[in-house]
């Protein structure tokens, strides 16, 4: 295995960072406050439009955490998560020492089912017990059904936790993922569309709920001249240093969602004559998906070859692919909670491959997986 490594989704550095990073260190400000922060949180504000109030902190995770904590999740309660998701989603719901209520996906957004999610709103009700909080991820870039998600969270008066890790640059009739429900969750992730190297954001629609972000996540420290702590705090700032990195990325935010758009563009080019390949596209007009990473299902009774015969032929050329995320609810941390829905997200693991999105591709990487492909595909 001589060639180079196609990562599926590597860091893409614009050049600016280090102007930021290097203002910080001649200021002196490496703590997680300063002008970096400050101008991070009002460059993201900008991004997304609308009324929103940004509170940068050290990891996506501990923004889902986070809002959970203000939407008042607390031990012994209930909480819907999409199961077709990375374990990030659900993980904090059990900081809490809350139990998640896992629901399948739909076939069109692979994203959580309105009617599937209904089911389990009222079934728990039905055992006593109305769900805390949903959250909804907008999977691999898509977004979800926002409006039929909405709709039935509204009808129970239950928030929405947008979990828009994945989804910075996607917008649902024109309006940006992480802004629709009560808090929106930005991760920065090294992989991620842009990075901090790590990073998240929680997206707030007051300063009440950001500044209460603020405290928790800086050890929620009392309005006292000594260290006085009148509730459970967090280190989960983010640096000056990180929110430097995350300002010269931020100039090139547009570029690298139109580069995993064109990479997804590419997959649809490469697949249009393989029969029993489906690649991963918007259902319709109103979603706009920033594509981070390209995905495909592959049907092993059409194209006599499965996900992992694709997946295993890449990797001897170290091509780097990986099936899509195991749903919560057959993973063994999760075994004991309750799950609604039918298959569909087993489905789409079982058939489902991510490829190679990151959108500093080359042209010689891309023949390179090109070839690779229809030379499975031809066998």
Same mark, same amino acid.
């Given at each position: ?10 860091p ?17 400000w ?49 909480? #819907? *998560? ?5 374990? =990030?989603? @659900?993980?904090? !719901? $059990? ?7 896992? +629901?399948?996906s ?5 994203? #959580? *089912? ?5 089911? =389990?709103? @009222?079934?728990? !009700? $039905? ?5 805390k909080?949903? +959250? ?53 992730n ?37 260290y ?6 967090y280190?989960?700032?983010?640096s000056n ?5 995350g ?35 918007e ?30 032929a ?8 990986r ?21 569909v997200?087993?489905e789409l ?10 959108s ?9 997986i ?10």
């Amino acid at each position: 295995m001589n060639s180079k490594k196609i990562w599926l989704s590597s860091p893409h550095m614009g050049g600016n960072e280090l102007k930021y990073i290097h203002e910080a260190f001649d200021a002196n400000w490496v703590a997680p406050l300063g002008p970096n922060v400050n101008g991070f949180e009002e460059d993201i504000e900008q991004f997304l439009k609308g009324d929103v109030k940004i509170a940068v902190l050290s990891a996506g995770t501990a923004a889902l955490h986070l809002a959970l904590i203000e939407c008042g999740v607390s031990q012994g309660d209930e909480v #819907i *998560c999409q199961s077709m998701t990375f374990s =990030a989603s @659900a993980n904090p !719901i $059990a900081y809490q020492g809350a139990t998640p209520v896992f +629901v399948d996906s739909e076939p069109d957004t692979w994203n #959580i *089912c309105p009617v599937a999610l209904e089911e =389990a709103i @009222a079934d728990r !009700i $039905a055992k006593g017990k109305t769900p805390k909080a949903i +959250v909804a991820v907008h999977l691999y870039g898509m977004p979800f059904k926002v409006d039929e998600v909405m709709t039935v969270a509204n009808k129970y008066n239950i928030p929405v936790i947008e979990d828009a890790a994945e989804a910075l640059g996607s917008t649902y009739k024109g309006k940006a993922c992480g802004t629709f429900g009560r808090f929106g969750v930005l991760s920065f992730n090294g992989n991620k569309i842009i990075t901090t190297s790590g990073g998240g954001a929680l997206v707030c629609h007051s300063q009440e709920d950001k500044d209460k972000a603020v405290f928790l996540s800086t050890q929620a420290r009392d309005n006292a001249p000594h260290y006085q702590h009148s509730q459970i705090g967090y280190n989960y700032r983010m640096s000056n240093i990180c929110a430097g990195i995350g300002r010269g990325q931020m100039e090139v935010l547009t570029d690298r969602v139109e580069a995993r758009r064109k990479m997804n563009k590419f997959y649809q080019e490469l697949f249009a004559d393989i029969e029993g390949v489906m690649v991963f596209t918007e259902p319709g007009s109103d979603y706009h998906s920033n594509h981070w990473l390209s995905a495909i299902i592959v049907d092993p009774k059409i194209t006599g070859k499965s996900r992992e015969d694709l997946r295993l032929a890449l990797l001897e050329d170290n091509i780097e692919s990986r099936p899509l995320w195991k749903p919560m609810h057959l993973q063994p941390v999760f075994s004991n909670s309750p799950y609604y829905g039918g298959k569909v997200s087993e489905e789409l693991f079982e058939n489902g491959l991510c490829l190679p999105s990151g959108s500093n591709l080359t042209d010689e990487e891309r023949k390179r997986i090109a070839l690779k492909i229809k030379e499975v595909f031809s066998k």
